[in-house]
């Protein structure tokens, strides 16, 4: 059984012990790599009624662990709790939490004492591991990269306002802007930061309609002196959403606040965006963010390598750098994958090895393929509005057509389940594994649904050749 819970209880004596005498039996079975990467990382939560509960720090993480260790697993328990003995699993994915559907806490509360406006916690939502110790300069992103760290030391004060950065998937834009929100956390800890994507953004703004709340909404965002968004490319098409985000983004900007904007393009290819937004996005800094030369694929490579406790020569990462052109989460994704062999079958990293893995990872057509394509050519064959896959509507011409495009979005590119579950309107990642086992099951049962995604894949294939 998984679970989903963002508050564990600190570990009794007893669960601890259990867990160890576990880690005694898995350590004597499995390589030391294969141990520090897989089991060092679980935390004993509880144990009752001889179930010992674990918390794993990813989805992908319990499915390879299910998939690799779990005879293991259940060996380590019986060992530890005898016959009876059972392992439960509760999952907390790091960013990975739900935000809940209306977080809107209440502002500008008065002190009695000090009579100053007093602003309450809450969420910034930053990843604390993007900071720009870690962001790889070269010469692709080196102006992006120098305009972030200005912002970073004076926010609002700088001509980048807004400052908004573009380019295409994996090349580290999100890592970018966080960056710049994290620091300005640390160096200004008075200064309200929020990032946000643009789908997150449209789904908690229609949630705050439908519960009467729009006003506390709007007002809440005001109230941070530095707004994040990413993927701003998702407003397109959603008209309401477009024109609270002008309002929110003229009050800040007459305010002296910084803005800060990603998108997979440049402004002016923002089709189906408010010209005024366009015009305002202009208005400070537009930045690229290009493709890494091979020096900087290789410096990546080295510092990935060395973030994962890897022992890799430089002509395999030569070779994997020379190979992967065009997408830093391809590299970082190749060294996963070396990895895990080596940690399954304790194999030494080979070249042989690292090209049978390139050639899987780095395929022309999975590069160019991308969720707004296979979302296009689904809607084509259907004839069905794009933004419809996004509602919430259970009409059953469109669930049919969303999850065809999830379940193509999962086989045709190296989009995570969050990224495709936030592209159709911000659902979770088990919304997606459930779209993907219902198309599955249907192909092998239903003829018609087979031919429709072949049609639909050809159609994608012939696009990107």
Request: glycine share 6%; net charge neutral; charged share 25%.
């Amino acid at each position: 059984m998984i679970a989903l819970d963002v508050s564990i209880n600190s570990t009794n004596p007893k669960t601890q012990t259990i867990w160890s005498d576990c880690l005694k039996v898995i350590k004597d079975n499995v390589p030391n790599m294969t141990f520090n990467t897989w089991f060092a990382p679980i935390k004993p939560v509880d144990i009752k009624d001889d179930i010992l509960t674990i918390q794993l720090p990813s989805n992908f993480f319990w499915e390879w662990i299910d998939e690799h260790f779990s005879s293991l697993l259940n060996r380590a328990i019986k060992s530890a709790l005898g016959e009876n003995g059972k392992i439960d699993y509760i999952i907390v994915e790091e960013k990975e939490i739900e935000e809940p559907k209306i977080h809107i806490p209440t502002i500008n509360i008065i002190n009695k004492e000090t009579a100053k406006p007093e602003q309450p916690d809450f969420e910034s939502d930053l990843n604390s591991k993007y900071t720009f110790d870690n962001f790889i300069k070269g010469e692709g992103n080196q102006l992006a990269r120098a305009a972030a760290g200005a912002i970073a030391d004076n926010p609002g004060g700088t001509s980048f306002n807004p400052f908004f950065i573009y380019g295409g998937v994996g090349l580290g834009k999100t890592h970018l802007i966080q960056a710049i929100g994290n620091t300005i956390k640390n160096k200004f800890p008075k200064h309200r930061v929020k990032y946000i994507s643009a789908d997150r953004f449209t789904v908690n703004f229609i949630d705050s309609l439908q519960s009467n709340k729009g006003n506390e909404f709007n007002n809440f965002y005001r109230s941070m002196d530095v707004l994040i968004v990413d993927d701003i490319q998702f407003l397109i098409g959603k008209e309401k959403t477009q024109d609270l985000f002008f309002h929110i983004f003229n009050a800040f900007h007459q305010s002296g606040k910084q803005i800060i904007l990603s998108s997979d393009k440049p402004p002016k290819d923002l089709k189906g965006m408010d010209d005024r937004l366009i015009s305002r996005f202009h208005w400070g800094l537009n930045a690229d963010m290009q493709p890494p030369d091979l020096e900087t694929r290789m410096a990546i490579l080295y510092k990935k390598a060395n973030d994962f406790g890897m022992t890799v020569s430089s002509d395999i990462l030569e070779y994997i750098a020379t190979n992967i052109t065009s997408n830093i989460r391809e590299l970082e994704g190749c060294l996963i994958k070396l990895l895990a062999n080596i940690s399954l079958s304790s194999k030494e990293i080979t070249l042989s090895l690292a090209k049978s893995i390139v050639g899987e990872i780095s395929t022309s057509k999975k590069v160019n393929i991308g969720i707004d394509l296979i979302t296009k050519c689904v809607c084509d064959y259907y004839k069905v509005d794009e933004n419809k896959l996004r509602d919430k509507t259970r009409k059953q011409e469109i669930v049919l057509a969303r999850q065809i495009a999830m379940y193509l979005s999962k086989e045709m590119t190296k989009s995570s389940l969050k990224t495709i579950g936030l592209h159709f309107g911000g659902r979770d990642h088990s919304t997606v594994i459930h779209a993907c086992n219902t198309i599955e099951k249907s192909v092998l049962t239903d003829n018609i649904i087979k031919d429709s995604i072949n049609t639909i894949k050809s159609k994608i294939e012939i696009s990107c050749s």
